[in-house]
Protein backbone atom coordinates (compact mmCIF):
# COMPACT_ATOMS: atom_id res chain seq x y z
CA UNK A 1 0.00 0.00 0.00
CA UNK A 2 1.31 3.27 -1.00
CA UNK A 3 0.33 6.80 1.16
CA UNK A 4 -2.03 6.82 4.04
CA UNK A 5 -5.01 4.48 4.59
CA UNK A 6 -8.20 5.69 3.37
CA UNK A 7 -10.11 3.47 5.91
CA UNK A 8 -8.92 1.84 9.28
CA UNK A 9 -11.10 -0.31 10.84
CA UNK A 10 -10.15 -2.15 14.08
CA UNK A 11 -11.74 -4.81 16.05
CA UNK A 12 -15.39 -3.80 14.83
CA UNK A 13 -18.30 -5.27 16.98
CA UNK A 14 -22.05 -5.57 15.90
CA UNK A 15 -24.24 -6.90 18.11
CA UNK A 16 -28.00 -6.88 17.71
CA UNK A 17 -30.09 -7.32 20.71
CA UNK A 18 -33.76 -9.42 19.57
CA UNK A 19 -36.83 -9.95 20.96
CA UNK A 20 -38.04 -9.31 24.11
CA UNK A 21 -35.31 -9.58 27.02
CA UNK A 22 -38.09 -9.46 29.48
CA UNK A 23 -39.81 -12.28 28.50
CA UNK A 24 -36.82 -14.17 28.45
CA UNK A 25 -36.88 -14.88 24.72
CA UNK A 26 -34.40 -12.42 23.81
CA UNK A 27 -31.09 -13.15 22.56
CA UNK A 28 -27.61 -11.14 20.93
CA UNK A 29 -27.15 -11.52 16.86
CA UNK A 30 -22.86 -11.55 16.67
CA UNK A 31 -23.29 -9.77 13.25
CA UNK A 32 -20.14 -8.36 13.27
CA UNK A 33 -17.11 -9.93 15.71
CA UNK A 34 -14.21 -8.72 15.48
CA UNK A 35 -13.52 -7.03 12.15
CA UNK A 36 -9.93 -5.11 11.40
CA UNK A 37 -9.05 -4.33 7.29
CA UNK A 38 -7.29 -1.28 6.02
CA UNK A 39 -8.04 0.24 2.41
CA UNK A 40 -5.17 1.82 0.80
CA UNK A 41 -5.86 5.07 -1.70
CA UNK A 42 -6.97 3.38 -4.58
CA UNK A 43 -7.30 0.41 -3.78
CA UNK A 44 -10.46 -2.24 -4.19
CA UNK A 45 -10.46 -5.18 -1.13
CA UNK A 46 -13.49 -7.49 -1.91
CA UNK A 47 -15.29 -8.50 1.58
CA UNK A 48 -16.16 -12.33 0.49
CA UNK A 49 -18.45 -14.65 2.33
CA UNK A 50 -21.92 -16.41 2.65
CA UNK A 51 -25.52 -14.87 3.23
CA UNK A 52 -25.06 -13.68 6.43
CA UNK A 53 -21.60 -13.86 7.94
CA UNK A 54 -22.04 -10.33 8.69
CA UNK A 55 -20.69 -8.00 5.41
CA UNK A 56 -23.42 -5.47 4.92
CA UNK A 57 -23.74 -4.92 8.82
CA UNK A 58 -19.86 -4.11 8.48
CA UNK A 59 -20.73 -1.92 5.11
CA UNK A 60 -23.40 -0.64 6.90
CA UNK A 61 -21.09 0.46 10.29
CA UNK A 62 -18.46 1.96 8.42
CA UNK A 63 -21.25 3.93 6.05
CA UNK A 64 -22.14 5.04 9.69
CA UNK A 65 -25.79 3.76 8.60
CA UNK A 66 -26.03 1.52 12.11
CA UNK A 67 -24.23 2.42 15.21
CA UNK A 68 -20.93 0.06 15.84
CA UNK A 69 -21.32 -1.35 19.13
CA UNK A 70 -17.40 -1.43 19.66
CA UNK A 71 -13.97 -1.05 17.96
CA UNK A 72 -12.97 2.41 16.07
CA UNK A 73 -13.44 3.32 12.27
CA UNK A 74 -11.11 6.04 10.51
CA UNK A 75 -11.77 7.14 7.48
CA UNK A 76 -8.49 9.61 6.45
CA UNK A 77 -7.59 9.18 10.10
CA UNK A 78 -10.50 10.71 11.27
CA UNK A 79 -12.18 8.69 13.82
CA UNK A 80 -15.62 8.70 12.76
CA UNK A 81 -16.80 6.10 15.06
CA UNK A 82 -19.23 7.95 17.48
CA UNK A 83 -19.36 11.20 15.17
CA UNK A 84 -23.09 12.61 15.95
CA UNK A 85 -25.19 13.27 12.40
CA UNK A 86 -24.36 16.88 12.43
CA UNK A 87 -20.49 16.12 12.84
CA UNK A 88 -20.39 13.40 9.96
CA UNK A 89 -22.07 15.30 7.33
CA UNK A 90 -18.89 16.73 6.12
CA UNK A 91 -17.59 13.38 5.90
CA UNK A 92 -20.73 12.24 4.04
CA UNK A 93 -18.96 13.03 0.96
CA UNK A 94 -16.01 10.82 1.65
CA UNK A 95 -17.50 7.67 1.89
CA UNK A 96 -20.71 6.83 0.09
CA UNK A 97 -22.78 3.77 -0.78
CA UNK A 98 -24.22 1.51 -3.59
CA UNK A 99 -26.77 -0.59 -2.88
CA UNK A 100 -27.93 -4.18 -4.01
CA UNK A 101 -30.94 -3.26 -5.66
CA UNK A 102 -31.01 -0.19 -6.76
CA UNK A 103 -34.74 -0.16 -7.11
CA UNK A 104 -35.41 0.44 -3.52
CA UNK A 105 -32.54 2.60 -3.10
CA UNK A 106 -33.25 5.28 -5.51
CA UNK A 107 -36.33 7.78 -4.68
CA UNK A 108 -39.40 7.23 -6.50
CA UNK A 109 -40.22 10.15 -6.90
CA UNK A 110 -37.80 11.75 -8.10
CA UNK A 111 -36.13 11.95 -11.86
CA UNK A 112 -32.93 10.22 -11.81
CA UNK A 113 -31.24 13.80 -12.74
CA UNK A 114 -32.42 14.90 -9.68
CA UNK A 115 -31.15 11.88 -7.74
CA UNK A 116 -27.94 12.26 -9.33
CA UNK A 117 -27.81 15.87 -8.78
CA UNK A 118 -29.29 15.67 -4.88
CA UNK A 119 -25.64 14.96 -3.12
CA UNK A 120 -24.17 18.00 -5.20
CA UNK A 121 -27.13 20.20 -4.20
CA UNK A 122 -26.78 18.69 -0.42
CA UNK A 123 -23.24 19.38 -0.45
CA UNK A 124 -22.92 22.33 -2.40
CA UNK A 125 -20.85 21.38 -4.32
CA UNK A 126 -21.46 22.92 -7.86
CA UNK A 127 -23.17 26.40 -8.46
CA UNK A 128 -26.99 25.82 -9.16
CA UNK A 129 -26.67 27.05 -12.85
CA UNK A 130 -24.03 24.59 -13.60
CA UNK A 131 -25.78 21.83 -11.86
CA UNK A 132 -27.45 20.44 -14.96
CA UNK A 133 -24.04 19.75 -17.14
CA UNK A 134 -22.45 18.31 -14.11
CA UNK A 135 -25.27 15.85 -14.05
CA UNK A 136 -24.89 15.32 -17.95
CA UNK A 137 -21.73 14.90 -17.53
CA UNK A 138 -22.32 12.22 -14.78
CA UNK A 139 -24.32 10.53 -17.04
CA UNK A 140 -21.91 10.51 -19.70
CA UNK A 141 -19.40 8.96 -17.57
CA UNK A 142 -21.87 6.04 -16.35
CA UNK A 143 -22.63 5.35 -19.60
CA UNK A 144 -26.28 6.77 -19.60
CA UNK A 145 -27.70 8.94 -22.70
CA UNK A 146 -28.45 12.44 -20.75
CA UNK A 147 -32.33 12.56 -21.78
CA UNK A 148 -32.40 9.53 -19.21
CA UNK A 149 -31.93 11.94 -16.64
CA UNK A 150 -36.27 13.37 -16.62
CA UNK A 151 -36.93 9.46 -16.33
CA UNK A 152 -37.99 8.15 -13.06
CA UNK A 153 -36.35 5.21 -11.86
CA UNK A 154 -39.14 2.66 -12.93
CA UNK A 155 -38.77 3.38 -16.08
CA UNK A 156 -35.23 2.36 -16.19
CA UNK A 157 -33.69 -1.25 -16.61
CA UNK A 158 -32.12 -2.89 -13.68
CA UNK A 159 -28.57 -2.28 -14.93
CA UNK A 160 -29.53 1.75 -15.99
CA UNK A 161 -30.66 1.89 -12.21
CA UNK A 162 -27.58 0.74 -10.99
CA UNK A 163 -25.41 3.27 -13.38
CA UNK A 164 -27.62 6.06 -11.51
CA UNK A 165 -27.23 4.41 -8.19
CA UNK A 166 -23.17 4.95 -9.27
CA UNK A 167 -23.54 8.59 -10.57
CA UNK A 168 -24.85 9.37 -7.61
CA UNK A 169 -22.29 7.80 -5.25
CA UNK A 170 -19.78 9.55 -7.61
CA UNK A 171 -21.38 12.72 -7.77
CA UNK A 172 -19.44 13.92 -4.48
CA UNK A 173 -15.76 12.19 -5.42
CA UNK A 174 -15.75 10.13 -2.20
CA UNK A 175 -12.34 8.87 -1.32
CA UNK A 176 -14.31 5.34 -0.21
CA UNK A 177 -17.02 3.91 -2.12
CA UNK A 178 -19.01 0.50 -0.46
CA UNK A 179 -20.46 -1.11 -3.08
CA UNK A 180 -22.91 -3.74 -1.10
CA UNK A 181 -23.38 -6.35 -3.55
CA UNK A 182 -24.24 -4.06 -6.42
CA UNK A 183 -24.64 -6.18 -9.30
CA UNK A 184 -26.62 -9.25 -7.26
CA UNK A 185 -29.68 -7.96 -8.52
CA UNK A 186 -28.72 -7.89 -11.82
CA UNK A 187 -29.43 -10.65 -14.59
CA UNK A 188 -26.07 -12.36 -15.83
CA UNK A 189 -25.73 -10.33 -18.72
CA UNK A 190 -25.76 -6.99 -17.59
CA UNK A 191 -23.76 -7.55 -14.85
CA UNK A 192 -20.32 -7.87 -16.58
CA UNK A 193 -21.08 -4.26 -18.03
CA UNK A 194 -21.61 -2.83 -14.26
CA UNK A 195 -18.54 -4.56 -12.96
CA UNK A 196 -16.39 -3.83 -16.55
CA UNK A 197 -17.70 0.11 -15.62
CA UNK A 198 -16.91 -0.05 -12.15
CA UNK A 199 -13.21 -0.85 -12.83
CA UNK A 200 -13.09 1.81 -15.39
CA UNK A 201 -14.40 4.60 -13.07
CA UNK A 202 -11.76 3.01 -10.67
CA UNK A 203 -8.87 3.54 -12.58
CA UNK A 204 -9.97 7.08 -14.18
CA UNK A 205 -10.48 8.26 -10.85
CA UNK A 206 -8.56 6.68 -8.39
CA UNK A 207 -11.70 6.17 -5.31
CA UNK A 208 -10.74 3.06 -3.07
CA UNK A 209 -13.51 0.62 -2.90
CA UNK A 210 -15.33 -1.76 -0.15
CA UNK A 211 -16.63 -4.59 -2.65
CA UNK A 212 -19.27 -6.67 -1.29
CA UNK A 213 -20.18 -9.93 -2.89
CA UNK A 214 -20.76 -13.45 -2.05
CA UNK A 215 -19.27 -13.95 -5.46
CA UNK A 216 -16.00 -15.20 -5.68
CA UNK A 217 -15.26 -14.65 -9.32
CA UNK A 218 -16.72 -10.98 -9.08
CA UNK A 219 -13.92 -10.95 -6.73
CA UNK A 220 -11.01 -12.11 -8.92
CA UNK A 221 -12.20 -10.35 -11.84
CA UNK A 222 -12.21 -7.02 -9.58
CA UNK A 223 -10.69 -6.81 -6.52
CA UNK A 224 -6.95 -5.78 -5.60
CA UNK A 225 -7.20 -8.11 -2.32
CA UNK A 226 -9.83 -10.05 -0.54
CA UNK A 227 -11.15 -10.69 3.08
CA UNK A 228 -13.12 -13.66 3.57
CA UNK A 229 -15.88 -13.61 6.02
CA UNK A 230 -17.49 -16.70 8.33
CA UNK A 231 -19.65 -15.56 11.28
CA UNK A 232 -18.63 -12.19 12.07
CA UNK A 233 -15.18 -12.89 11.31
CA UNK A 234 -12.53 -12.15 8.89
CA UNK A 235 -11.05 -16.04 8.48
CA UNK A 236 -8.46 -14.86 6.17
CA UNK A 237 -7.20 -12.38 3.74
CA UNK A 238 -4.39 -11.77 1.17
CA UNK A 239 -4.13 -10.45 -2.04
CA UNK A 240 -6.56 -11.58 -4.87
CA UNK A 241 -3.72 -13.85 -6.40
CA UNK A 242 -2.27 -15.10 -4.02
CA UNK A 243 -5.72 -15.91 -2.49
CA UNK A 244 -6.65 -17.57 -5.34
CA UNK A 245 -3.71 -19.58 -6.18
CA UNK A 246 -2.73 -20.85 -2.45
CA UNK A 247 -5.70 -20.41 -0.52
CA UNK A 248 -5.06 -21.36 3.57
CA UNK A 249 -7.86 -20.88 6.02
CA UNK A 250 -10.11 -24.55 4.90
CA UNK A 251 -13.14 -22.07 4.58
CA UNK A 252 -11.57 -20.12 2.09
CA UNK A 253 -9.91 -23.83 0.07
CA UNK A 254 -13.77 -25.31 0.12
CA UNK A 255 -15.66 -21.60 -0.79
CA UNK A 256 -13.28 -22.00 -3.89
CA UNK A 257 -13.55 -25.37 -4.33
CA UNK A 258 -17.20 -24.86 -5.14
CA UNK A 259 -16.98 -21.88 -7.07
CA UNK A 260 -17.62 -22.63 -10.70
CA UNK A 261 -14.56 -21.86 -13.22
CA UNK A 262 -15.31 -21.03 -16.78
CA UNK A 263 -13.32 -23.88 -18.08
CA UNK A 264 -14.99 -26.97 -17.87
CA UNK A 265 -12.33 -29.57 -18.25
CA UNK A 266 -10.58 -27.63 -15.16
CA UNK A 267 -14.18 -27.66 -13.43
CA UNK A 268 -14.34 -31.82 -13.65
CA UNK A 269 -10.58 -32.28 -12.47
CA UNK A 270 -11.62 -30.16 -9.52
CA UNK A 271 -11.81 -32.02 -5.86
CA UNK A 272 -14.82 -30.53 -4.02
CA UNK A 273 -15.16 -29.97 -0.50
CA UNK A 274 -18.28 -30.22 0.59
CA UNK A 275 -18.79 -28.78 4.51
CA UNK A 276 -20.86 -30.83 6.95
CA UNK A 277 -23.72 -28.82 8.70
CA UNK A 278 -25.13 -25.51 8.59
CA UNK A 279 -23.47 -22.45 9.22
CA UNK A 280 -24.24 -21.92 12.91
CA UNK A 281 -26.65 -19.49 14.35
CA UNK A 282 -24.78 -16.11 15.03
CA UNK A 283 -27.77 -16.12 17.87
CA UNK A 284 -25.38 -18.52 19.71
CA UNK A 285 -21.78 -18.92 17.50
CA UNK A 286 -19.51 -21.59 18.97
CA UNK A 287 -16.74 -20.96 21.22
CA UNK A 288 -13.43 -20.90 20.42
CA UNK A 289 -12.75 -21.21 16.64
CA UNK A 290 -15.75 -20.33 15.03
CA UNK A 291 -14.96 -22.70 11.91
CA UNK A 292 -14.41 -25.23 14.08
CA UNK A 293 -18.15 -27.14 13.93
CA UNK A 294 -17.53 -27.82 10.10
CA UNK A 295 -14.24 -27.38 9.93
CA UNK A 296 -13.22 -31.01 7.58
CA UNK A 297 -9.67 -30.85 9.59
CA UNK A 298 -11.90 -30.92 12.98
CA UNK A 299 -10.51 -35.15 13.36
CA UNK A 300 -7.54 -33.49 13.32
CA UNK A 301 -8.15 -30.15 15.22
CA UNK A 302 -6.04 -28.75 17.45
CA UNK A 303 -7.36 -29.04 21.01
CA UNK A 304 -6.90 -25.22 21.78
CA UNK A 305 -9.78 -24.53 19.09
CA UNK A 306 -12.48 -25.27 21.65
CA UNK A 307 -11.40 -22.72 23.84
CA UNK A 308 -9.02 -20.26 21.86
CA UNK A 309 -10.54 -18.13 18.56
CA UNK A 310 -7.54 -18.24 16.55
CA UNK A 311 -5.88 -14.67 15.53
CA UNK A 312 -5.39 -13.68 12.40
CA UNK A 313 -1.80 -13.94 11.69
CA UNK A 314 0.37 -13.64 9.11
CA UNK A 315 1.73 -16.37 6.72
CA UNK A 316 3.14 -14.30 3.93
CA UNK A 317 3.52 -10.86 3.22
CA UNK A 318 0.12 -9.30 3.33
CA UNK A 319 -1.17 -12.81 4.28
CA UNK A 320 -3.68 -13.59 7.19
CA UNK A 321 -5.29 -16.34 8.27
CA UNK A 322 -6.89 -17.24 11.26
CA UNK A 323 -6.57 -21.05 11.79
CA UNK A 324 -4.91 -22.91 14.86
CA UNK A 325 -3.65 -25.55 12.45
CA UNK A 326 -1.73 -22.62 9.81
CA UNK A 327 1.69 -23.24 11.42
CA UNK A 328 3.73 -20.13 12.50
CA UNK A 329 5.84 -21.11 8.91
CA UNK A 330 2.79 -20.26 6.91
CA UNK A 331 2.81 -24.44 6.36
CA UNK A 332 -1.13 -24.90 4.54
CA UNK A 333 -3.56 -27.54 6.48
CA UNK A 334 -4.00 -30.14 3.68
CA UNK A 335 -7.77 -30.22 2.98
CA UNK A 336 -7.64 -30.42 -0.22
CA UNK A 337 -5.43 -33.46 0.00
CA UNK A 338 -7.76 -35.33 2.55
CA UNK A 339 -10.97 -34.08 0.02
CA UNK A 340 -8.85 -36.33 -2.81
CA UNK A 341 -8.69 -39.23 0.15
CA UNK A 342 -12.46 -39.43 0.24
CA UNK A 343 -13.83 -36.55 2.78
P1 LIG B 1 -24.54 -10.53 4.95
O1 LIG B 1 -24.54 -9.18 4.36
O2 LIG B 1 -23.19 -11.19 4.96
O3 LIG B 1 -25.56 -11.43 4.33
P2 LIG B 1 -25.64 -9.25 7.30
O4 LIG B 1 -24.62 -8.26 7.74
O5 LIG B 1 -26.79 -8.72 6.55
O6 LIG B 1 -24.93 -10.42 6.49
O7 LIG B 1 -26.20 -10.00 8.58
C1 LIG B 1 -25.38 -10.63 9.54
C2 LIG B 1 -26.26 -11.21 10.63
O8 LIG B 1 -26.84 -10.14 11.38
C3 LIG B 1 -27.41 -12.05 10.10
O9 LIG B 1 -27.60 -13.13 10.98
C4 LIG B 1 -28.58 -11.10 10.14
O10 LIG B 1 -29.79 -11.80 10.31
C5 LIG B 1 -28.25 -10.25 11.35
N1 LIG B 1 -28.80 -8.89 11.27
C6 LIG B 1 -28.51 -7.95 10.33
N2 LIG B 1 -29.17 -6.80 10.57
C7 LIG B 1 -29.92 -7.02 11.69
C8 LIG B 1 -30.83 -6.23 12.45
N3 LIG B 1 -31.10 -4.96 12.13
N4 LIG B 1 -31.41 -6.80 13.54
C9 LIG B 1 -31.12 -8.07 13.88
N5 LIG B 1 -30.28 -8.87 13.23
C10 LIG B 1 -29.68 -8.36 12.14
MG1 LIG C 1 -25.63 -8.47 2.70
Known amino acids: MTGDPVLEVDGLVKHFHVGSQLLGGGGTVHAVDGVSLTIGPGELLGLVGESGSGKSTVGNCIARLVEPTAGTIRIRGTDVTHLSRREMRPLRREVHMVFQDPYSSLNPRMTCGQIVGEPLRLHKLVPRRDRDRRIVQLFDQVGLRSELRHRYPHELSGGQRQRVGLARALSVSPALLIADEPVSALDVSVQASILNLLRELQRDLGFSCLFITHDLATVEF??????????????????????????????????????????????????????????????????????????????????????????LRPVGPDHLVACHLVGPGGAAPEVLDLAAGGI
Open 222 to 311: LCDRVAVMYLGAIVEQAPTEELFAAPRHPYTQALLSAAVVPDPVEQRSRTRIVLEGDVPSPLAPPSGCRFRTRCPLAARSAPQSVDEEPE
